[in-house]
């Protein structure tokens, strides 16, 4: 079949399908496939699949990537997304230097908080914000953010199709004990993102979810009903903490001292473990740090 579309090359794979490079036939513009493939369903694409994707295709906002055509298959579904070079994993590891100057690093960080509260005043959540799937386009100026509302259409997967596990670095706490979650969860990932930024090293790195919890607590300490209401009630919490104490071994201020005093301000309001005591991103753009 002559498609709108020619495959240039696979450029990721995120949970729930293969991303590519493409190139539109018609006006020769480089664009990102996104192929979702629902292997277990005989009736195409479900319902309420494609009610979330046309919520996504209303975002519109210029640090969110935009989905510009949803072209439903047999087998699944193609997102044609703008594409954009680089991503934040690429960018730290590829321009250290550049990656921890605090303009730099200022300056994106109040980009993917604009992104993040525009989507979150639209009710939409990330879930699953990481520096692979901030993208930095040309001039490395603009930072975009990718995936953003896919969790709630396409369901969770805790492992992506090829059986990786998910990245876990930047799961907040009320996730990773299995609590009701909402926006907070984006600004968790947005206060793990920011520190990495300032240190070049995820801030919290381990190969299970409950080891990820475990170098979070070494932080923070394990939280109570005093720090965290309703915390104690949790089925993880009940199950786990009471069998692996944690002794806080980790500073946030002697681990991001790159980031200032302001900075830690901001950075320590993110990484709060209650997340209703967590700073939004509407609040966040107006700290002290982002003024002058
Ligand atoms: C790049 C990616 C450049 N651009 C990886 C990547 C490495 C270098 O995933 C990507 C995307 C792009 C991308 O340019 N547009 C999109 C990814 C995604 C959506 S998604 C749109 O949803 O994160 O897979």
Not at 11 to 28: L, P, S
Not at 219 to 227: D, I, K
Not at 274 to 285: G, H, K, V
Request: proline share 4%; charged share 20%.
């Amino acid at each position: 079949m002559d498609s709108k579309y020619q495959l240039i090359e696979k450029i990721g794979e995120g949970g729930f399908g293969v991303v590519y490079k493409c190139r539109e036939r018609a006006t020769n513009k480089t664009v990102a496939m996104k192929r979702i493939i629902f292997i277990d369903q005989d009736e195409g694409v479900p319902s309420s699949v494609i009610r979330e994707i046309s919520l996504l295709q209303e975002l519109n906002h210029g640090n969110i990537i935009r989905l510009l055509e949803v072209i439903n298959n047999w087998a699944g579904v193609d997102l044609i997304f703008e594409y954009l070079d680089l991503d934040l994993s690429k960018f730290i590891a590829s321009y250290p230097e550049v990656a921890k100057d605090r303009q730099k690093i200022k300056g994106f960080l109040s980009q993917i908080l604009c992104g993040v509260a525009y989507c979150h005043s639209h009710k939409i959540l990330h879930r699953d914000l990481k520096p692979d799937n901030l993208l930095i386009d040309g001039s490395n100026s603009v930072v975009k953010i990718a995936d953003f509302g896919l969790a709630r259409a396409f369901g969770v997967p805790l492992r992506n199709y090829t059986g990786k596990v998910a990245t876990l670095a930047y799961k907040a706490p009320e996730l990773l004990l299995g609590a009701n979650y909402s926006t907070p969860v984006d600004m968790w990932s947005v206060g793990c993102i920011f520190a990495e930024m300032v240190t070049g090293q995820p801030l919290f790195q381990a190969q299970s979810e409950f080891n990820v919890l475990m170098e979070i607590f070494r932080m923070f300490g394990v939280p109570t009903e005093a720090t965290w209401p309703g915390v104690t009630s949790l089925y993880v919490y009940i199950t786990k903490m009471i069998a692996f104490p944690t002794i806080v071994t980790r500073n946030l201020a002697t681990e991001a001292t790159g980031v200032g005093a302001v900075g830690l301000d901001l950075l320590s309001k993110m990484l709060i473990l209650d997340p209703s005591r967590r700073i939004t991103a509407s609040d966040a753009l107006q700290h002290a740090y982002f003024r002058n």
